[in-house]
């Protein structure tokens, strides 16, 4: 879960595959993508592998531009991030 300014912004859902998106401000994603890849990138998590966002593809989506602008980078099926 990432949070920004005490609102919900990402939820990582179990297994890391599918993300849950509750806003499409840009700052506010470019600020919740830097914190989740700046957890895995601390080792908080070994690595993260993104194929969905709110049930549909990642790839070119807002939430995708702005992990990918912090520091993930674009697979075939989606987004990853490692430590």
């Given at each position: 879960m990432v949070m920004v300014d005490g609102a919900?912004?990402?939820?990582?859902?179990?297994?890391?595959?599918?993300l849950l998106v509750f806003t499409e401000e840009e700052p506010v994603l470019a600020a919740a993508g830097a914190a989740l890849v700046d957890v895995v990138k601390r080792?908080?998590?070994d690595k993260l592998v993104m194929e969905k966002v709110n049930g549909h593809?990642?790839?070119?989506t807002p939430v995708a531009a702005a992990?990918?602008?912090?520091g993930a980078y674009s697979t075939p099926?989606?987004?990853?991030?490692?430590a």
């Open positions: 919900l912004v990402l939820y990582v859902e179990r297994g890391g595959k599918t080792g908080a998590v593809g990642i790839l070119d992990l990918t602008a912090a099926k989606g987004l990853r991030i490692r």
